[in-house]
């Protein structure tokens, strides 16, 4: 029965017997209410997304009720958090003990090797390899032939993915077998995504408060979930990015949780220093999450540091010498040496200033197709030089702004009009703006959006392959397995209760949101927490400004956010739990934290 007991709810099974499994679950009238305020958040963000019709436009009809029902639904499971959270945490006598626990690696290896076998007959299925067009473009400045046509090396894609995927496809070209060769890759990517993933379920299990159960079912969701191993036969940037970064966020939570003192080992400082170049090398937008995070975490140290010392007291430690030391390595590395240094003196053309602008440039195409009339002599003379508006209208699709900048030449003097024309019109119709960018984005937030993945090559015909010919679509064989692991992934897809996994939503906003609210509603209150959120919040801020949110395109931009999702999630519960965190109280010493390290035994 239910009772009301000051400002808790505290809920007990019939008969109130104490030691029951729900004795410990209680709900504050804060919690509640804090539910209902980021439930009616996320429902409002969606309903926004649902409104969106097939034209790109607002279509309010029944939006009211339809948000309505979100939020209840919504909040239905924020309440859960509270009410699950107890659940996973493991109340074993020996469990606060687990925390000071190495990382087995007998565990992470076993997990891994269930996962990849799992995985195993997709990634047959789905041979050689599933392509981008980023990818084949990488591939052709790499030999410098695009659609047959001379073309210059560029950093629009990061350098290292060019010498990388052009490296592989003139590898497959001396050998005369380039599906060979990209296969090869396929399988050595899904590899360390699943030991990654094995990695997170046993950092999750040795914090040691979770069952074993909750360990076993994040297990099968990475081994079953075909999501995982059908993007893990992509050879995209984004492929590359998503597993380094949910290795890089373990180690920031390990970080987090020590107040910084597993960098007391220089073997640790090496590897997370060098993991962080990587996955910027790999994904721009790593750089942009994060350094910025990282930089945070140290002044977070730094001031947790002061606090347990007197002034008289303070003395250099090895955990923040070695961070700070690793801080710089990566800003100089990333943000000197390779952008003003290294790729001038090879000669790589820089990457393009509109790639950073898609939002901005879809509206002004949105604002000729909606107010063609309400455009000054001046303000088309400006965007007219940057974006050439004889077809702008027509170039404007409401889903892709990629038809609208790539008119732009570059290097241009013509953005500093644009951006005054640009501001003008704004004010004039910020309706159009927001539309048009809710449109652009509506694809992350939609109730009903799956997750697109890419099972059949045949699209890839529409990209010029002369220089390695018939390297990028299935022959053989493998159409009809293609077709038939198309034909199962689907059926999994739409399943009941199943379909929940594939949809983006859950991903890009539910999840995230759930964190945010354990922030504030759940029973651990610490800074650290908020420190976690930072490199969540910057993903966040780099989804929601894509060019496109739709198709394979689109869905690419989420699998940061899809790979930490179970993690995110995991912290989320935990802050509900009444099983509190034993930390190891940090100290001077130049040991290494253990948590993280692996174990040899």
């Known amino acids: 029965m239910t009772r009301l007991r000051n400002k808790y709810f505290s809920m007990h099974p019939i008969g109130d017997d104490k030691g029951s499994l729900f004795s410990h679950i209680t709900l504050s009238k804060k919690q509640c209410i804090l539910a209902v305020i980021f439930a009616s958040i996320t429902g409002v963000i969606m309903s926004l997304c649902d409104a969106i019709d097939t034209h790109g436009y607002f279509n309010f009809n029944h939006a009211l009720g339809h948000t309505i029902l979100l939020i209840c639904i919504l909040t239905a499971f ?165 597993p380094a970064f949910l290795l890089w966020f373990i180690y920031f939570i390990a970080a987090l949780r020590s107040d910084g003192t597993i960098f007391s080992s220089t073997t640790q400082t090496v590897l997370f220093t060098l993991l962080t170049i990587y996955a910027c090398l790999v994904k721009k937008l790593g750089t942009y999450i994060l350094i910025p995070s990282i930089i945070a975490a140290l002044a977070f140290f730094v001031l947790r540091y002061k606090k347990k010392h007197s002034k008289d007291d303070l003395k250099e430690t090895r955990y923040l010498r070695n961070l700070t030391i690793s801080t710089c390595i990566s800003l100089l590395i990333l943000l000197v040496l390779l952008p003003k240094i290294v790729l001038p003196l090879c000669g790589v053309k820089p990457s393009e200033h509109y790639e950073m602008l898609s939002v901005q440039l879809q509206q002004t195409a949105r604002y000729f197709s909606d107010h063609p009339d309400d455009i000054t002599p001046y303000e088309y003379q400006a965007i007219d030089k940057l974006l050439d508006c004889t077809d702008l209208a027509t170039r404007w699709q409401w889903f892709l702004s990629d038809p609208v900048k790539y008119r732009i030449k570059e290097p241009t003097d013509a953005y500093g009009d644009w951006k005054k024309a640009y501001i003008a019109e704004g004010l004039r119709h910020p309706y159009s703006y927001f539309q048009t960018y809710v449109a652009l984005e509506s694809g992350f937030g939609k109730s009903d959006s799956t997750i697109a993945v890419q099972l059949d090559s045949s699209f890839m015909k529409d990209y010029d392959s002369s220089s390695i010919p018939g390297a990028y679509t299935s022959t053989g064989w493998s159409v009809k397995s293609g077709q038939v692991a198309d034909n199962i992934y689907h059926r999994i897809e739409t399943m009941p209760i199943i379909h929940l996994l594939f949809l983006a939503p859950v991903y890009t906003l539910i999840i995230p949101m759930m964190y945010v609210y354990s922030l504030f509603a759940g029973k651990r209150k610490k800074l650290a927490l908020f420190i976690l959120a930072i490199p969540l919040l910057l993903t966040e801020a780099g989804l929601w400004i894509s060019p496109i949110s739709i198709w394979v395109l689109g869905s690419r931009y989420l699998l940061p956010l899809l790979y930490i999702g179970p993690l995110l999630l995991t912290e989320a519960l935990l802050s509900f739990s009444n099983v509190t965190n034993q930390e190891v109280e940090p100290s001077d010493s130049s040991q290494s934290d253990p948590r993280l390290r692996p174990s040899h035994q």
């Open 78 to 242: 924020f309440v859960s958090l509270a009410l699950i959270g107890p659940l996973i945490a493991s109340e074993k006598k020996n469990s606060c003990t687990r925390t000071t626990e190495k990382l087995s690696i007998k565990n992470i290896f076993s997990y891994a090797l269930i996962i990849f076998i799992c995985w195993l007959p997709w990634l047959v299925a789905l041979y050689p390899a599933n392509f981008l067009g980023d990818t084949l473009i990488s591939i052709g400045w790499f030999t410098g032939l695009i659609d047959g046509k001379p073309n210059m090396l560029s950093d629009h894609n990061p350098i290292f993915t060019v010498l990388l995927f052009g490296g592989m496809a003139q590898l497959g070209k001396i050998i005369h077998n380039a599906g060979l060769v990209f296969f090869a890759f396929v399988l050595v990517q899904a590899a360390v995504s699943a030991v990654i993933f094995a990695i997170s379920a046993e950092f999750i299990y040795s914090r040691g408060n979770v069952k074993v159960l909750y360990r076993n079912i994040l297990i099968a969701f990475y081994a079953l979930c075909p999501l995982f191993p059908v993007w893990s036969t992509f050879l995209a940037k984004d492929t590359l990015f998503a």
